[in-house]
Every structure is written in structure tokens, then in C-alpha cells.
């Protein structure tokens, strides 16, 4: 670490008289007015001729580009270039709050937090730049019993990432905190490795260490566009001349959304700028030590922290102002005006929780442009359209505390060519161009800020950009009483409030316990096991790959661990895996002709298992990929009674003897020919999907009930699918399985073929595990002892503890009407010290608990479904019986 | 009998600001009047406290939903996309505070000629004068309008049996009726009148139209007189023309024709412009004069209409012979007959008429009547892009709020811009607790803004609910509103009131 310092003299000549100068004024902290001397720095740093060539261009030089660097230097890379429009951390960086705090909703997320504090507190002694780093630890209150729960979940979470926290008392608060009125608080999480820091400064320590390791930082130099060639970048144009480059890094915070759309080939980054406001009073009296806690208040909406003897405090109002919807140059940046009138429920917040602060003086209300994305998460990783285009932004506000460990991510991810860690939940092919609405976003990030401090309870859905994808069927199903919850911009049934039934307004139904849903989800739950239902299930991503030759089956083979030359009209559930055998995708294949086949992948992979196909497939005109979601609707009709249903709509016997499982084939259901029916359901039980080109969509759904009457049809949502696929312990990919996941671990070895003619991708990894063994396993787990009416309802992401030690965690959970108890699944391995591999008997003999926000419940482990659940064998012995009695 | 309490109480009610609160004619008056005369200082405390005490505090959908029992609002129905006429639309409502209301409302737009026609009403006395006029004056101002062609058109299909033309589309809210009774007798009044233009009028002539108002005016206050005289066979007709005869009522009309906006007034109606100045603030610019005791002009006119002999009496105490508030007033027939004629028409009158202390008092110091008219005066505006809007109400809303205060919250309603200045702590030394006072205060302002879809709703709110800081305060709101019928009008009048906007791209293009 010495060396660092020594190295930071060795710096381009850029950086030298920025470095001086802002050591001699850090002083009086003049990161939140301009200061002449950087500007003068940074118009010498100008002068410095830019390289005509380069292996990495990142453009933005805030705290997410000077982390990519810094990063991208570490990892061994040479000829980086940053290019900064402005001046290094003089947008979103230079007015942040400067807090770094783990208390993030998903583990992702608290780990790169966790990672980044670690980076800033050794980052002055690495570069000898005074970062302001102070570790104050932070306060979440919780002003009542929801919230609290809420904190005391993260708080179990934080504990498997080996986070230090505890939840405390009030009164505890008092101790910790001297401002604090503690009496309207029911408790509060105390998070002691919480820092803050300057984030310009940090900023500056990232450049400096970037700088030292020989990343080349030009100022004032903006990107026009990017270069692209054949689908790769090739360079930059910028507004300095032209950067012949490999890779290129967009973190371009609050104008990256631009900045993708000017690339020669189109890259959507779905991010939009809100205002955002936070107050700075003179110092108190006492001053207020440097070292108080932070505070989050998050049902106040505010947070607090210690600012030069006084306080800085800002927060995520419910009436959030989008900015900047048609682009850049209608406001400065640094021109951002103060509005009181907006802060002041945020200012009331605060008066409420430190009533002292009443006779404190202002300072300033600084307005921070802040961007947020879609779904509260940052975006990351390489896009689909342009390789060699990576895109880091879109932090939520989060920008400091993500920083460090998004850079890390990122860079690691352009060093392997895969990320290092399960971030799917901020890969930016989660969206796709459906995303990129300005309309869209703009309204979608008023919801997502006041979202980061609102409640969130399990299965809270947006609200706004909603309708955007619909089946035809939207309609019907909206009259008869369809709740919706929308996935990948599709509207998805959730369940059908009966007639006359009212459920509690949106609100009021927020609840950690037991749903006001419940009867109604058991009761489609209790139709599909005994009748048969209809679930519209039409956000499917769906596509079709053919071609003239064996092509198309030579390319699956390639892609699939399972065989897919199977006899035509046979489907198979197969994993996509990657080199590491894990899952990059998870899917069903059906062999619709000899050389072409029909593959069924969840909805948010649209966009990633398309590149993912794309990324293998041989550049042959005979081969072609098609995306075919939009054109078929499916219906999946479960449940013992769908066989009936459609062979009365089709005079053609269903039964399973003339229609076994796991078997398409084209047919007519009513007067619709060419409906793809397939005999299978996504959950275990027995029935079809039905794949109906959409403009049959309304007559097949119409005929389906009007014969489905006598046996009792209804229509069912996502949640009765949930729960029966559950407790049949399917895994679904992004909830289950991710990329770090291969089927031995997950007891699918029987979907993996390691015998098949070709090798495929993941092959030698899996053989490799096979060998060794597993050191992590899927399980399901039954809770014992819980009550469904009065306890705390498990979610994802409780601790699975196995005689008593921490063992994994759980990926889902839903309620098992069948079984009358909850169902966990999740992944276990073995304690550290222990043989890192996993056997039948360490699951089978160990006492299993599940911890639901801090307490625990024993759970029964199981490695195999109950093989009672599936009532096939039960139905088969029927139709038995039944033709026997009609042969008599 | 409904009818005889009704007048009764409605005599009683208004009587005690509008004609007079001397002992000689409070003494013969009958309980219920001494009940809701106001008792000076502490007692008018005492009793606004008790009342609000046995009053309940109403929830703010219940406040709302008496605030917008009358409201109506009309736009003006675009062509293409575009509105051609210079008025966008108007809002209305109003607000009780007799029971029943006094106050009436007219709105109409001109089918045979060009323009609108809007007018606030106030009664006194009873409703039956201001009645009256809400049906009757735009006739007779939409007809002195017509040009001798179209006079003479009606005049034939009338004569033949044809269907006529409508004159006026009326814009009106279900609570504004229309007595059926006697529509029959009005009817040939108004084409009585007709004929007599068409007689007087020589063909291609263009009526002028302050002209036109002043004789509409003139001509509905004569007839209403004449039908009182003369009488109706219908026994019911009879009573009511002299009921409207005896009653009294202010009229404030605007007409507005492309950029020409004119405001006929007689009486204390008001018809306020307002006004955007280039900073986008609203000022108020005055369009009407109130006919009342205090203004100068006024009470010259008054003078010079009477013997010097009579100086002292005509204007007493401000009041019109110590009595009537307005100078100018529709019907109120006691203070235009001969006291012979009045005597003649109560004695061959319906019984319940001659037995009315009221009716049959003669005014003091009568000595050469008429003392009052309906002639109104009439004040023609050119209207300007920066006109934005034209306030028309009845003085119910004029002594609650300033005619500045009351342009000021229109206008900020209308633009739904609250011209709030940003505030800027610049180099001030302001604590947390005092900034939040502050803006806690602005918000209060704000919040009230958008609870309306009616900017006339919205005014009555500010009139009935604002408090010292000219804010709303649903806690005064609740208790104004639910005061008891014999109460509320000692703390408000009834409140009328027409908000006209124009369309500034119109009028900018003409």
C-alpha cells in the first residue's frame, strides 16, 4: 500500500495540479460550490492530446467511471481511457450525500455496499487522498411495527452476508444519537460499519490510484458517439477527435440514456433523472461530532447526517420531480434550483424526529439530480445489441454506496467475460427496448423514488407503466375479476377475486402475515387439483428456430445439457448452460419439424436468452432465429378434467395413453386449426398448454369455458401456479436458478445428458462436478410449527440454518394448500471446516430451521418432491377403473 | 299558507340590512323578525358561539358537497379544434344564505344576434323580483338588440301560427326554474314591447347596444309595474304580479360580442375584470359603479332628482329615504308610486297582501316619488388579450372579499400557477423551525386550490372560509356552513356568483 502512495507522484500529468489543489482546500470542503482552482486545473488537464487509440473508453468520470478504472487497472488492463464531458465527479458525484450504507433491499446489492465501504476506508492510505471517510455506523429507525419487521428481515439477510448489525431498543437510539426523539419509534437497526464519506473526493482517490496504475484521464472532452462495426464497438467519436477502442464503458449517470441512444447502433440504457433535494444547516451548538450515526427514517422518508458541525438531510418524497424527460441541455446540472415548498414534508419529517433542530440556521437546499431506473436496480453488463458496449448507471441514489463494488463487478465481467457474481437482478438485458419509453420511464421513476424508503412487503407490484404488453384476453379476464402483476412489461393474472368479493384496497393490504388472498388463491389451487382451471400464461418468451439442414438441432445440442434428437412432437425441459455449467437459461424445447424447434423461456429472458442464442449461433442464412412471443397466446389448462375438456373440443381422445406427458402436437380446439397443444403445465400437475396464434386467442378461451363448465372450469392466476409448482418443487430460472447454478446441484442431473453425441456447452464443468460432487444442493423445505394465520409469512432470502449453524439461504417460498403448510426452497452447503461436499445423508440428517425476520421455525428438508403430490398415478388408476367400467 | 310564511321570512330576513334597522319599523314587526335581528356586539358573540357549539363540524366532503349543490359550468362548444368566440366559458354558483336564496342567475348566449348575456340578481325583500328578471330581462334585452328585419320576422310567424326562431339558448343550472305560471303574461308583455319597436325602429337601423340595455332595462322595471296595476283574473297571477311589483331586485348584466364588453348595473352588483400583467400577477380593474350611499356621484344624482326641501330625507344613514341600501333597484314599487296608486292597487289586492305590515307601510318623508330606478349604467370595454376573465356577483361576495384578494385567487385558480415566489434563503439567517412555518402556511394556501373544478365554488370557499392569513380554514368553513337557517344570514349574504373567462387568442386576433 505504501507503494500506492508513492506511486500517486508518478501520476499523468493531468491530474498533478488538480491533486494539489484540492489537498490544500479540502480543508474547508469546497466540493459543494465551485472552486476556481479546479477549474483552472481542469483547463490545463485540457491541453493533454488525446490517444488516437485504446483498449477500454469509459466515458463519464463521476464515481462509477473512476471505479471502472480504478478497477480495470487492478485487474491488469492497459490503454484505459476516461473521458469526462465536465470535470472528474462534478455531476451527480459532486452534490451526493455521501453516505455508504448496506441497508440495500437484495444481497447484491448489500454486498457491493459492503465491498465499497471496505474499498473507500483503505482507499487514503492506497492513494494518500483524503477521502473524508468516517465510520459512523447508521440508524434505521422504524416508527412501527411493519417497518420494523422489515428491518429485523434485512437485518438476517445482512447476517449471511457476515455483515455486522443488530436490532436495538429506542432507548438505545437515545444513547447512539443525541438528537433523536425517540418516542414514536418502535425500534431501529444499528448498522456500526456504516460510513460517510466526501464522494468528490473518493471521486478523486478512484482517479488518482486509476491514474497511478497508468488509466489516462481527460477532462472536458465529451463523447459524441460510438463507433460500432458488425456488432462490436470499434470506436469512439468525441468532440476531440476520434478513439479507436475494443471495449466501451457507458457510465454516463443521468445522460447515459443519451449517450446509448447516439451509438450507431441504438443501445437503451431505461434511465430517467429525478430532483433530488437535501438540506445543510450551519453548525450546531455543540457542533455535532463528525462521528454521530447516520439516520435513516425511511417512514419520515428522510435521512440525516453529520455535515461540519451540523447536519445534511435529504430524502425520497411521495411527489418526486422527473427532470431532464426531453434530454440534456434544458437545465445545468449545476444551475439546479431549491425548492423549498417541494422539501417541506421533508423538512416537517425532520423537525418531528430532531425537534432541537428547530432554532438550527440553514445553510442551503441543494438540488442533486439523481437518475433511477425501472425496477429500483442499477444497470450493469455488457448490452445485447453492441459487444464490447458494457454499461454501468442507473444507481437509485445509491451511486456512492454501489460504486466500488459495481465497478468491481463490471470490470471483472469485461476481464472474464461473465460476471463474478449472481447479478442478474441489475444485468441490464433485464429490459429491453420496451423499456426505453420516455413516457415510460418518466412516470415509472415517480413511483421508483418514493419506493426506496416505502414499505415493501412480499409481492408488491408497480403501478404505474402498467398495461404496456396484454394478452388478447386481457380484457375477459379484467371483467371476471382478474388482479394483474406485471412481468417484463406483460400483465399477468395474479387471481380472480370472485363476484361480489372485495378484496382490501391496495394500501391496507400490505402485510408480512397471512394474505387477504388467501381463500381465493386456495380455491383455484383446490380446482386445478380437482377440476380444471385456465391460466393465461402468454408472457412466455417464445421462439422458433429453423433451418434447411440440421443446422438448428446441431446449434441446440451445442446449447442444451439435454438431448433434443428426440422423435418430433417431443418436448424437453433442458437447461442453456454456460462453460461453468451453470444456467443461463432454463427452458422447454419442442421439435416441431425435423429441423425445427419451438423453445419456451421465461419472460424477463427475452432479451438475454435471445443474445445468449445469438452469441453461439454460426453466421449461416440457413439458419434462422425468430421471436415469436408476440404471436401466440398460451393457455395452460390444469388439472385432471383438462383432457376432457379438450377432447370434447376436438374429438380427438386426450388421455394418456393417446397423448402422453411431454408430447405437442398441432390440432384444432373448437373451429381454431393449428393450435399447439402440449402436454405439460410448468407445475406437475396434469393438463396442457395450449399455444393458440392470437387471433384464435378469444374463440379457443370462449370455447374452452363454455365446455370447461360441466367439469367445473375457472380461471386461475399466477399465484395458484406459484404454489403448486412449489410444493412439486420446480425451480424456475432468476428466482431459483441462476448462473451459478448447475443442474447436479439442483437434482436435475436426469435433464443432462452427458452421453449425447455432441458436446455441449458446460459439459466438462459438470463432468468435473459430477466427479468431485456438490457443494451446494437444492432443497425444499417444509416449515414445522408455523402458523399461517398468526406468523410471519416467509418470503426469499430467509437464513437456512442446519443444526444451528448458517447453511444457505431461500430463493422462494409459497404456501402449500396440498400440504397445509409453507414450503421454502433454497440451497444449503456445508459449514465452513466441514467437507465442502454435500451428500444425501448431510441433508437428510441435519435439523433444519428457517429464519422468517429474526425468528426461527424447524423445517423439514427434503431432496425429492412428495411423491404423493402427484396425483397422475392416482388419475391413471381412475381412467383405469373407469374404462373398465365403460368396457363393461 | 307556505306562500305567506315564505314571504314572511323572507321579508324578515333581508329586511334588517336592506330597508332598515330603526326601532319605528322593527317595533310593529311580528316575533320570527326580532328573533333574527342581529343584537349589537357582546350578544352577536354570545350567539356565534353557541351556535357553533350546537352545530356539528362537517367532514370536508360534506362542506364540499353544500359548496357545489348550485355550481354549473358552460364552455363554449369549439368548432375544428378551435374556439372562435372570445368567451372560453363560464363557471357559476351560489351560495344561500335566506331561505330561500334571494340571489338568481341568468346566462344565455344570443341566437339571432351575436354575443352572450350573463347577470347576477339580488333580491330583497323576497326572491320574486329577482326571479322575474332571471327569466324575463334577456328577453328584453335580446329583443331591443334585434334588428327591425328580424323583429318584423317574428312578428309575422307569430301572426301566421309558424314556429318562431329562438332568441335565447339558455345555459342553466336545474335549480334555476322557470315559473310556468305566469310565462303566458310575460310573454305578451315582451311582445307588446316588440310591436312597439317595430313601430318605432325604422328598417336597416342597427340598435346600439348600450342603448339596447338602458331601454331593456327601463322597459322590464315599467312593465313589471304595469302588470301590477293593471291586475290578472288569475287570482294566483294576480298575487304574484304584485309580489314582484313589491319585492325588489339589483341586476348586473354583461354582454359580451367579440372584443366589446358591456356591463349594464343597476344597483350593488359588481362586475370585476381581471387582469394579467406581464410579471403573470392579476390586478382587478372595476367595470361597474355601486349605486349605494357611498357613492358620491350617486347620492348627487339622487339629490338633484328631488326638491332641496328634501335634501336631508332622500339619503338617510345611507340609505334611500333611511330605508333601501341599493339606489337603483328593479320593482320595489313603495318607493316609485304615488302613495294613491299604492293605496288604490293593496286595497283592491289580494287579502294577503293588504294584511302585510310590510306591504302596506308607506316609506317616511314621501313626498315626490319616484325616488328610485331601474336605469342602469351602462360601461362599454374593448377587451384586451390580457383580459382574462370577468368576475360578476352580488355583493354577498363583495363585502367578504377585497375585489384585489378576489381577482388575485381566480386568476391563480384559472392558471393553476400560485404566484408564490420561490423562496430563496440567500444570505438570511432563518432557523428550520421558522422556514417551516413558513411553508406549512403557503401550503395551506396551496391545498384549497384543488379541491374545485368550478373557480366560482373555489371563490365562495376563499369567501366563506378564509381566515386572518387569507387562507382556508375548513374548521371556519364547517361552521359557517352549518349554521342554522336563522343564523347564517347574520354572519353572510347570499353569495352569486358568474365567473366569465375569454379566450386571449380570440380577442388578440380581432
Redo the contacts between chains.
Sequence with gaps: MRSCVRSSRALSPVLIPRLLSDASCWGARRSLSCSPRRLTAAAEGNSAPLPSQARVVICGGGIVGTSVAYHLAKLGWTEVVLLEQGRLGAGTTRLCAGIVSVAKPIFIESKMADYSNTLYERLEEETGVKTGYVRTGSLCLAQNQDRFISLKRLASRLKVLGINCSVIKPKEVAKLHPLVNIHDLVGALHLPGDAVVSPPDVCHALAVAAASHGVQIHERTSVNHVLVEKGHVTGVETDRGPIECEYFVNCAGQWAYELGQVSEVKVSVPLHGCEHFY?L?KALEPPLQPSTPVLMDMDGRIYVRAWQGGILSGGFEKNPKPIFTEGRNQLEIQNM?????H??PM??A??RRMPS??????H??VNCPESFTPDMRCLMGETTGVHGYFVLAGMNSSGLSFAGGAGRYLAEWMTFGYPTDHIWPLDITRFGNLQSSRTFLRHRVMEVMPLLYELKVPRWDFQTGRQLRTSPLYDRLDTQGARWMEKHGFERAKYFVPAGKDLLALDQSKTFYKPDWFDIVGAEVKCCKEAVCVIDMSSFTKFELSSTGDQALELLQHLCANDLDVPVGHIVHTGMLNERGGYENDCSVVRISKNSFFIISPTDQQVRCWAWIKKHMPSDPQLHLEDVSWKYTALNLIGPRAMDVLSELSYVSMTPEHFPSLFCKEMSVGYANGIRVMSMTHTGEPGFMLYIPIEYALHVYNEVMSVGQKYGIRNAGYYALRSLRIEKFFAFWGQDLDTFTTPLECGREFRVKFDKDTDFIGRAALLKQRQEGVSRRFIMLVLEDHDAELDLWPWWGEPIYRNGELAGVTTSSAYSYTLERHVCLGFVSPPPGAPPIITPDFINRGDYEVDIAGQRYPAKAKLYPFSSLFTQQRRRKDDMELSNFQGK | MPVTSQLFKALGSREIRKICRSAVLLRPLTAPWQRSCPPAGAGQRHGYRTSSERCYNLTPPQVNSILKANEYSFKVPEFDGKNVSSVAGFDSNQLPANAPIEDRRSAATCLQTRGMLMGVFDGHAGCACAQALSERLFYYIAVSLLPHETLLEIESAMEAGRPVQPILQWHKHPNDYFSKEASRLYFNSLRTYWQELIDLNNPGEKPDIKEALVTAFKRLDSDISLEAQVGDPNAFLNYWVLRVAFSGATACVAHVDGNDLHIANTGDGRAVLGVQEEDGSFTAHTLSNDHNGQNEDEVKRVLSEHPPSEAKTVVKQDRLLGLLMPFRAFGDVKFKWSIDLQKRVLESGPDQLYENEHTKFIPPNYHTPPYLTAEPEVIHHKLRPQDRFLVLATDGLWETLHRQEVVRIVGEYLTGVHH?Q????GGY?????Q??GL??E??AR?SSTFEDQNAATHLIRHAVGNNEFGTVDHERLSKMLSLPEELARMYRDDITIIIVQFNPHVIGAQ
Excluded at chain 1, 434550483?337 to 415548498?341: F, K, N, P, T
Excluded at chain 2, 420561490?422 to 434563503?425: D, G, L, N, Q, T
Aim: aromatic content about 6%; some cysteine; glycine content about 2%.
Design positions: 438540506l444547516t434550483q431549491e425548492d423549498w415548498d422539501f417541506e423538512l416537517s425532520l423537525l433542530l428547530d432554532s438550527c440556521e440553514i442551503q437546499l | 408564490q420561490p423562496i430563496s434563503v439567517r432563518v432557523t428550520l423551525g422556514m417551516q411553508l406549512m403557503r401550503r396551496v
